[in-house]
T-cell receptor
């Protein structure tokens, strides 16, 4: 099984450009998440989707939008990239319910110049 | 606000020794705590879960304790090996949805 697959692995954007980060999971999980990871800081939740058809804001949602396309796919969109969005972005999925372990992809390293 | 603290300095130990990593938290009452391992350039990988009513959990060479009075979790790796070298993250959660709060992680280096 591939688990959680993220594309692209690396991306460089200029300030103001837009892009969509793609995420797909093949574990039939209901819940999916987007986190960002910055040096010296813990993973911070951007958005999550508890189940297909629902999305909710996490801790740091400003500047981002998400789409839960179907049960497998959960995309993250930056409409107008800013240097503060330079980070490593991780997608994760889990079974339904509190305390279920998260399964992470290997991340997208994004640089905004 | 909720705060999770893990040692920011790397922990260096000799192969065969026990590594002990600390996770402290404030302004939070988690129902459970999870530990993850992260290798460079990779996503975190789940290791262990411990709930608030459990004092200790073991899995092979790994042991986790959870003290809700001290607001602290300890993560032990016994008989450590160079392959255990990685960053270890603790994450706290509560409520109906799996909205975890992560610590920044502690890097462990096991030397031969």
């Amino acid at each position: 099984n591939a688990g959680v697959t993220q594309t692209p692995k690396f991306q460089v954007l200029k300030t103001g450009q837009s892009m969509t980060l793609q995420c797909a999971q093949d574990m039939n999980h209901n819940s999916m998440y987007w986190y960002r990871q910055d040096p010296g800081m813990g993973l911070r939740l951007i958005y999550y989707s508890a189940s297909e058809g629902t999305t909710d804001k996490g801790e740091v949602p400003n500047g981002y939008n998400v789409s839960r396309l179907n049960k497998r796919e959960f995309s993250l969109r930056l409409e107008s990239a800013a240097p503060s969005q330079t980070s490593v972005y991780f997608c994760a999925s889990s079974e339904t319910g509190a305390s279920a372990p998260l399964h992470f992809g290997n991340g997208t390293r994004l640089t905004v110049t | 606000s909720q705060k999770i603290e893990q040692n920011s300095e790397a922990l260096n130990i000799q192969e065969g020794k026990t590594a002990t990593l600390t996770c402290n938290y404030t302004n939070y009452s988690p129902a459970y705590l999870q530990w993850y391992r992260q290798d460079p350039g990779r996503g975190p990988v789940f290791l262990l879960l411990i709930r608030e009513n459990e004092k200790e959990k073991r899995k092979e060479r790994l042991k986790v304790t959870f003290d809700t009075t001290l607001k602290q979790s300890l993560f032990h790796i016994t008989a450590s090996q160079p392959a255990d070298s990685a960053t270890y993250l603790c994450a706290l959660g509560s409520g109906g949805y799996n909205k975890l709060i992560f610590g920044a992680g502690t890097r462990l280096a096991v030397h031969p």
